[in-house]
T-cell receptor, first 112, second 113 residues
Framework: GQQLNQSPQSMFIQEGEDVSMNCTSS?????WLWYKQDPGEGPVLLIA?????ELTSNGRLTAQFGITRKDSFLNISASIPSDVGIYFC????????????FGTGTRLQVTL | ETGVTQSPTHLIKTRGQQVTLRCSSQ?????VSWYQQALGQGPQFIFQ???????GRGNFPPRFSGLQFPNYSSELNVNALELDDSALYLC????????????FGQGTRLTVV
């Protein structure tokens, strides 16, 4: 089945630093999504990517859809304490956008 | 806040019991998907309901079942609970099955002892 692996698993950074994380798949995806999950909450959609090579920004967040369609990257610039949480990549199962396969997650912790 | 509400927020059950979790979808959304999120892992797709019918299922046994009502709210039922069923159960609603913009509820934390 489809598997999405994220790296790093966790990271500690200082406030103001830039962050990079990535997600790789064993199969091709036609859409990549990035979610953030805060403790005790459900995931919230941050960015959606629809085309190979696409680069999309949402404020301090920038995500890219890899050319091979088997990977995606998320960058956060000038991190702030509220960026703390778990970041998940996700892709549609069987091409159906409302049924998602999620990655293993990257836990981000920001120190002052 | 997404407008997707789940109840209860926390639940403790004994192995072998049955449990029903509830989800009210966001206004105007006719599709509800359920996910199981074990501690330290990403959500795993259980199944989806669209117009009161099951519309796709993940790798979960038949003791996981569901319902969708005419108002598009949904229930997840789990029979013969096992310890490994302990997890955060999330529902997500969307406007149709093709929509990317699925909104998640805050989840129900189920503990099986």
């Amino acid at each position: 089945g489809q598997q999405l692996n994220q790296s790093p698993q966790s990271m500690f950074i200082q406030e103001g630093e830039d962050v990079s994380m990535n997600c790789t798949s064993s199969s091709i995806f036609n859409t990549w999504l990035w979610y953030k999950q805060d403790p005790g909450e459900g995931p919230v959609l941050l960015i959606a990517l629809y085309k190979a090579g696409e680069l999309t920004s949402n404020g301090r967040l920038t995500a890219q859809f890899g050319i091979t369609r088997k990977d995606s990257f998320l960058n956060i610039s000038a991190s702030i304490p509220s960026d703390v949480g778990i970041y998940f990549c996700a892709g549609p199962r069987g091409g159906t956008a409302s049924k998602l396969t999620f990655g293993t997650g990257t836990r981000l912790q920001v120190t002052l | 806040e997404t407008g997707v509400t789940q109840s209860p927020t926390h639940l403790i059950k004994t192995r072998g019991q049955q449990v029903t979790l509830r989800c009210s979808s966001q206004s105007g959304h006719n599709t509800v998907s359920w996910y199981q999120q074990a501690l330290g892992q990403g959500p795993q797709f259980i199944f989806q309901y669209y117009r009161e019918e099951e519309n796709g299922r993940g790798n979960f046994p038949p003791r996981f079942s569901g319902l969708q009502f005419p108002n598009y709210s949904s229930e997840l039922n789990v029979n013969a609970l096992e310890l490994d069923d302990s997890a955060l159960y999330l529902c997500a609603s969307s406007a149709g099955t093709a929509g990317i913009e699925a909104f998640f509820g805050q989840g129900t934390r189920l503990t099986v002892v």
